[in-house]
């Protein structure tokens, strides 16, 4: 059966452990999240060969994806707390690491892509004064992700 995949279907959760914590404190990404985008960031090759009368020919060699992320700013949910605490808004370096756990659908079953990640372009305040805050912020892969894919049910 095919399955018409909505963007509300998509899980995001972030690792809210400080670094250095030897166990992962997982908190979703969804309150106050109103839209999703995922850019790839590839690094495509492009060659022309003799052969091909001059035409090319390409490869992806290499990317570095990125979940961008917006909404309105919710105060006390766990995941914007951690994202705008001011340490790690303000902060460089380690301050800005974590990990992300997307989960989507595909025909083979649930896939779960998980990576290190750096946050930035943290953005917080924003927005008429009636108004909720507008936010967005982006989850840049650090590496290459680790990728599962569960049984179709």
């Not at 492009?46 to 917006?70: A, D, K």
């Amino acid at each position: 059966m095919n399955k018409f995949l909505t963007m509300y279907g998509v899980s995001a959760e972030i690792d809210t452990a400080e670094n250095g914590a030897t166990t992962e404190n997982w908190a979703v990404l969804g309150e106050g999240i109103e839209n999703l985008a995922e850019a790839l960031n590839e690094v495509v090759y492009s060659g022309f060969y003799l052969h091909n009368g001059g035409y090319g020919n390409s490869e992806v060699t290499g990317m570095q994806p990125v979940v961008t992320m917006s909404g309105k700013r919710i105060v006390g949910d766990a995941a914007q707390d951690y994202l705008f605490n001011p340490d790690r808004k303000y902060g460089l370096g380690e301050k800005r690491k974590s990990k992300l756990k997307l989960t989507t659908a595909s025909a083979e079953g649930d896939v779960v892509i998980t990576c290190p990640v750096t946050i930035a372009n943290i953005q917080e305040l924003s927005g008429n004064t009636q108004d909720g805050s507008a936010i967005s912020f982006e989850l840049r892969f650090n590496g290459k992700p680790e990728i599962t894919t569960g049984s179709k049910e």
